[in-house]
């Protein structure tokens, strides 16, 4: 796990887990704060439960990060006109105010609200599931994290991303050199890892 400051490009505080927690991202701040860094605002991938546990600051969802979602969805090219629908206004998200959005979101909702109530029953059992499960799952997914998808817009001041890109974009160049020395073992690796982090 690292923790990045966004202005300056600079890890400053990583860790190694075998998964990530909302508890160890709590640890984490935590620790920053106890060296004297001031969190004017958080960006993160959107884990379940972190929303919550940083209520108390600025959180941005990395938009990158809600159309992975998406996509996880709905495919990468969906076939069924809601699916498209609901993937191509995802896609809007870097370009669009908070307002546009959610007038966007609610008329995409209303025009496939009854295809969303839609049932199916096995006919076995007779017990009954959503027949699109995966397309409500991802307009929940909008729904529900729209709050934290324009903080970046709400806080113009504070000059943040609205993606987590920096990071992500180092953890590439890290991957690339673990798999040149993909014949390292763990003690070494993380050796090289704590290198690349600190540089």
């Known amino acids: 796990m ?40 958080l960006v993160c991938d959107g884990r379940r439960g972190l929303f919550k546990a940083f209520s108390g600051h600025h959180v941005q969802m990395c938009h990158f990060h809600q159309c992975a979602i998406i996509r996880r969805y709905l495919t990468q090219n969906p076939r069924l006109e809601a699916n498209i629908e609901l993937k191509e206004l995802s896609s ?22 009854d295809y969303l109530k839609e049932k199916t029953i096995d006919p076995v059992t007779g017990k009954w599931h959503y027949t699109h499960k995966r397309l409500r799952s991802a307009y929940r997914s909008l729904k529900t994290n729209t709050p934290c998808l324009f903080t970046y817009q709400d806080y113009p001041e504070l000059n943040m991303p609205n993606t987590t890109n920096s990071l992500d974009g180092s953890f590439n160049d890290l991957k690339s050199k673990l798999r040149n020395h993909a014949g390292l073992k763990d003690k070494m690796k993380i050796k090289l890892i704590k290198h690349f982090l600190f540089k």
């Open 2 to 41: 690292v923790f990045r400051d966004a202005y300056q490009r600079r890890n400053l505080h990583w860790t190694f887990v075998n998964y990530e927690t909302v508890k160890l991202y709590e640890e984490g701040v935590g620790y920053l704060k106890s060296k004297g860094w001031d969190i004017k605002a």
């Open 92 to 113: 809007l998200l870097t370009s669009i105010d908070k307002s546009s959005w959610q007038n966007l979101l609610e008329k995409w909702y209303q025009k496939w609200r």
